[in-house]
């Protein structure tokens, strides 16, 4: 097998091609690591590895054999060093055991070679931390990949990986799948382990993990082999009928769909990225769809206020394990201005703020529940215009908290509202910018709706099929 041959194949197709015999998982672990070596002169995506050899994974699993990478934050694996980001682990710290998600990737069969780059704790949509430098958008090398799942995403993107792990507490699977034209499923909360380090309630419950994936297919069949319950779960939600798997080319009947291209926020929408959506939402409607303009209403300045606090509050209490496992004391010295800014911030606060932020977060919650009722999908862009200029998202800017908050969601704003109310939304790669880069559009439903969104997900890679679109930087031609 060469890499035109491996990187045309998704997560899917190679554990189908490794049970046949057809290659062997010694074979695509080679060119997986070949693959990640040359891409990442380009995009420096790579916080650990490539391995000398895939970390254990169950030799009967699902995707046995199939070359996966992990994102240097939260879900990490035994005895593999994770700096999440920070220059307060740059010697990395090798934790004892796995996290229940790792141990269901391993079962799963995925062959982990490497780890992923992050901006600091997770808290940016780009991909720039000091200690591991600028990672890189494949599609145009100027450009971020987004974040901040920004290493994975970029590593699938380019064919050096078919799927990679990533999580998301503001949009983090899916602002980087749309920059890289990828598909990113955020699920339900509490659909994905988190635990045991952290618990369900992690970021106010705004945390969520998963992975990015280049087709509806493989969020499916993965998202069936990681959505296990652990005992002392906080959050244990209802099953899906049948596999997810099984919905991929099932009929979604005629849904109701309602179209925002607005943001929340105010701020403006590229206007490439407001036709692309318009485009779905006529597909759609040729599908026999019902698709109108409408969207649920909220005050956007309480939502950043609440979710500042949050972040702050989370970034504070991260912060302070990392210091009673390293035995280094925090500060400018050692975190990114940003970062310590938010930090300050959310040891300053009070039990009653925090209730304060909750309480915006419950009623935003329900008035989006009460949308829901009335419209079976909320369809709009995922991020406000196609991938941005490294260097937008300054993590070293002089803001404080609440401007930095600021700053990333009013660049992305259609991504937060849905880590707040804890729903499903999907990012997919329908359309490209005249100058060739990714547009993604979102796809976003009710509690437990990952059934539906799969089904109509599915139905639009069909209609509007992108898996033939590469980047410039990818494993068949460096």
């Not at 041959?5 to 690591?33: F, H, I, K, N, P």
């Not at 995009?43 to 169950?58: C, E, K, M, Q, T």
């Not at 929408?269 to 318009?278: C, I, L, R, S």
């Amino acid at each position: 097998m060469n890499f035109e041959e491996y990187s045309a194949q998704d997560a899917t197709g190679l554990a189908a091609m490794v049970a046949a015999g057809e290659v062997t998982a010694d074979e695509l672990a080679t060119l997986a690591t070949e693959g990640i070596k040359a891409v990442n002169e380009q995009i420096n995506a790579v916080a650990s590895g490539p391995f000398d050899s895939p970390l254990d994974y169950a030799s009967d699993g699902t995707f046995a054999g199939v070359p996966f990478v992990i994102k240097d934050l939260v879900c990490h694996a035994e005895g593999v060093p994770t700096r999440m980001g920070t220059r307060m682990l740059a010697d990395g710290l090798t934790p004892p055991s796995d996290t229940h998600l790792m141990e269901r990737f391993r079962a799963s069969g995925l062959a982990t070679v490497a780890s992923t780059t992050t901006p600091e704790f997770g808290y940016s949509a780009n991909t720039e931390a000091l200690v591991y430098g600028s990672t890189r958008n494949p599609w145009d090398t100027s450009r971020s990949p987004g974040g901040s799942s920004g290493g994975s995403a970029a590593l699938v993107a380019t064919g050096a990986v078919p799927v990679a792990h990533a999580n998301d507490g503001g949009g983090s699977i899916r602002i980087p799948a749309a920059v890289n034209g990828l598909v990113g499923l955020k699920p339900s909360r509490g659909r994905v382990p988190i635990g045991p380090d952290v618990d369900g309630n992690a970021l106010s419950g705004m945390a969520i993990e998963f992975a990015v994936t280049r087709s509806v297919r493989d969020a499916a069949a993965l998202l069936d082999e990681v959505a296990v319950s652990f005992p002392g779960d906080r959050f244990i939600i209802a099953p899906p009928e049948r596999p997810w798997a099984q919905e991929v080319g099932a009929d979604p009947g005629t849904l109701r769909i309602a179209l925002h291209t607005d943001t929340w926020s105010g701020t403006a929408v590229d206007p490439e990225v407001v036709a692309a959506t318009e485009q779905v939402a006529r597909t759609l409607e040729e599908a026999g769809h019902h698709v109108e303009r409408a969207t649920p209403t909220f005050d956007w300045d309480e939502f950043l206020e609440a979710t500042a606090k949050a972040w702050a509050a989370f970034l504070a209490e991260s912060v302070a394990g990392v210091e009673a496992m390293s035995g280094k004391t925090a500060g400018p010295d050692n975190l990114e201005a940003t970062t310590w800014a938010c930090v300050q911030y959310g040891r300053s606060l009070s039990v009653l703020e925090m209730a304060a932020a909750n309480a915006t977060f419950n009623a935003i919650s329900r008035e989006v529940g009460q949308f829901f009722q009335s419209y079976d999908v909320l369809l709009t862009p995922t991020t406000n215009h196609p991938a941005m200029e490294l260097g937008y998202l300054d993590a070293n800017a002089d803001l404080d908290a609440l401007g930095w908050t600021r700053r990333i969601f009013e660049a992305f704003s259609f991504t937060p509202l849905f880590n707040t109310t804890g729903t499903p939304a999907i990012s997919l790669p329908l359309v490209e910018s005249r100058g060739g880069l990714p547009i993604g559009v979102q796809l976003a439903g009710s509690m437990c709706s990952e059934s539906m969104l799969v089904r109509l997900a599915a139905q639009l890679e069909t209609a509007m099929p992108w898996a033939s679109r590469r980047p410039g930087v990818h494993v068949s031609n460096v």
